[in-house]
């Protein structure tokens, strides 16, 4: 058994149900263990990788530099994710993917997904499935950033991480780790850092959330989810989690 592949089993099983002998299929598979550091990129834009990454602890950011120098932060990825799936079929990247912190990945070959698929073909539906609802995820903060404001756009924000975070394990109670600066969430949902501290702010003042120490907790799930007109759907969790 391939130490550390829990992540991906318990993502897999969010969203799909999986036989013993799938599951064992994942977690035996071949792969190598790696620290990479905080802002070292796993993966340049122009690359073409012969291989695939999955987190198995720790942060990852999708994100692409403009040509004016700014980042563009397109996506978070916790354990459990295969944030640069696509690399299996397209063949040169078109973003960066970097640890936000000190994280640890598992490197897969492209020639060992593409056996686990052919020796078991439901589990491509599986991978297939996940590359789906990253799209669906990216729809929500297209919509987010054209019709939310910028309280509610974090508000949605935080729901979906702590959904996400919830299904692997990666939770306490009401409560989930958050290394994530004011800087770096402009740079993801489109805001200055003035409008993401007064909007952390309103929504502090709302008693729905506290953020500190790298800490976020959720004090009003409920209300959260109305302020922020967050529905789950979009997941594609079988069950959703239940909520905190």
């Known amino acids: 058994m391939a130490y550390g592949l829990e992540p991906l089993v318990r993502k897999f099983e969010a969203e799909s149900s999986l036989s013993g002998e799938e599951k064992a299929a994942v977690l035996n598979l071949q792969v190598t263990i790696r620290a990479i550091p905080a802002d070292s990129d796993v993966i340049r834009d122009g690359d073409r990788p012969s291989q695939c990454c999955l987190v198995l602890d720790g942060w990852l950011q999708r994100y692409k530099i403009l040509n004016d120098g700014q980042r563009q932060i397109l996506a978070f990825h916790i354990p459990g994710d295969i944030p640069d799936l696509q690399s299996l ?6 973003h960066n993917l970097a640890p936000l912190v000190q994280s640890k990945v598992a490197i897969i070959q492209h020639d060992t997904i593409r056996e686990l698929i052919r020796s078991f073909p439901r589990l491509g539906d599986v991978l297939w499935r996940d590359t789906l609802i990253d799209a669906a995820i990216f729809r929500q903060w297209m919509i987010g950033m054209g019709s939310k404001d910028a309280a509610q756009r974090i508000a949605h924000w935080f729901c979906e991480l702590f959904t996400k975070l919830r299904a692997v394990g990666r939770t306490r109670e009401n409560s989930c780790n958050f290394p994530i600066t004011q800087s770096i969430m402009g740079d993801a949902l489109g805001l200055s850092t003035v409008h993401v501290n007064r909007s952390l702010m309103d929504l502090r003042r709302e008693g729905l ?12 799930w409920d209300e959260l ?7 789950p759907l979009y997941l594609h969790m079988e069950p959703p989690p239940d909520a905190a």
Not at 89 to 94: A, C, I, Q, S, W
Not at 225 to 231: G, H, P, T, V
């Open 225 to 231: 989810q109305q302020y922020a007109e967050f529905d």
């Open 209 to 220: 959330i506290t953020l500190e120490k790298h800490t976020l907790t959720i004090l009003k």
């Open 89 to 94: 079929h397209l063949r040169t990247m078109d």
